[in-house]
């Protein structure tokens, strides 16, 4: 059942003009994150805003949105975020716990804790920070991976291991049936 106040959100975050992503990573990639946060389903997200800027030859290049604009649209869903910018990109790092920020802020070398905090399981964190990378699901067998759940592969994701892929794969299930079910796929 489909709760009315996720569903507002869901609406709010697709009919933005903000968090609209590149063609590289679909354009949904950043309003999903959002949503996946705004819903529990993450604990904390890093997403980016930008927008084409027509350099006037038929060329473009990205534009960082600004940040009030970004921290109030934020803000809006009830998200506490720390938002920062450079030329082309505004990012945010987004929780509904303002503590969890906190966290990442005041360990910014502990990265189990910041893969933690981002939702992803602890097997795949683990296999992720080992000094041998051969703990990781390679790249094409991760895409297979969705190819056969039919969840896109620019859907949020994180890096599998070999050793515990099923159980993480059931992860990213959960996440993209729940936007699906919200209408944010």
């Known amino acids: 059942m489909k709760d009315p106040q996720l569903t507002a959100i869901a609406q709010t975050i697709y009919a933005s003009e903000l968090f609209v992503g590149t063609p590289e990573n679909g354009s949904l990639f950043e ?17 980016s805003s930008s927008h084409k800027k027509d350099l006037g030859d038929g060329s473009y290049e990205y534009e960082a949105d600004d940040t009030e604009f970004v921290s109030k649209f934020l803000s809006g869903l009830g998200l506490y975020s720390n938002v920062f910018a450079d030329v082309h990109t505004t990012d945010a790092t987004i929780s509904l716990k303002e503590d969890y920020l906190k966290q990442l802020k005041d360990n910014p070398d502990n990265h189990k804790l910041a893969g933690l905090l981002y939702g992803y399981p602890e097997s795949a964190v683990d296999a992720f920070l080992a000094p041998n990378k051969s703990l990781l699901l390679p790249d094409e067998e991760q895409d297979k991976l969705f190819m056969v759940a039919k969840i896109p592969i620019t859907f949020p994701n994180f890096k599998m291991s070999i050793a515990h892929y099923n159980e993480e794969l059931q992860v990213v299930k959960k996440w993209y049936e729940f936007c699906k079910l919200y209408g944010m796929v």
């Open 31 to 47: 309003k999903q994150n959002i949503f996946l946060v705004c819903g529990g389903q993450k604990p904390v997200g890093f997403v």
